[in-house]
Nanobody, 130 residues
Framework: QVHLAESGGGSVQSGGSLRLSCVASGDTYDITLMAWFRQDPGKEREGVAVIRGDGSTEYADSVKGRFTISRHIASARQRTLSLHMNSLKPEDTAMYYC?????????????????????WGQGTQVTVSS
């Protein structure tokens, strides 16, 4: 079993920066995908960024050039996922969620889709004011 715990959310002004963290603990040794999603009330959950087991990354067009996803694998039972967010805009305001899955590389498709992940954290709120 894997537990995901996000932190680092908060309130910033437009143009500011935040760094989100997600600590994954438990049976993390076979996790192959980790991602960040966000959701505004009344809207669908949107994929923001993903990092694959081989270290390659993918971003939503809306955050390219502003957000950077990274990970640190501390052990077979713990790893940390980060999201560095720069040049924040009011439209980045949302609850941000960490997600993970164990899919094999042959199934690494639609990685910014919510349905591609089976493990989720509780979320951390990011609010950007103009």
């Amino acid at each position: 079993q894997v537990h995901l715990a996000e932190s680092g959310g908060g309130s910033v002004q437009s143009g500011g920066s935040l760094r989100l963290s997600c600590v994954a603990s438990g049976d993390t040794y076979d996790i192959t995908l980790m991602a960040w999603f966000r959701q505004d009330p009344g809207k669908e959950r949107e994929g923001v960024a993903v990092i694959r087991g081989d270290g390659s990354t993918e971003y939503a067009d809306s955050v390219k050039g502003r957000f950077t996803i990274s990970r640190h694998i501390a052990s077979a039972r713990q790893r940390t996922l980060s999201l560095h967010m720069n040049s924040l805009k009011p439209e980045d305001t949302a609850m941000y969620y960490c997600a993970a899955d164990r899919r094999s590389p042959g199934n690494w498709t639609r990685l910014l889709a919510e349905s591609s992940y089976r493990i989720w954290g509780q979320g951390t709120q990011v609010t950007v004011s103009s």
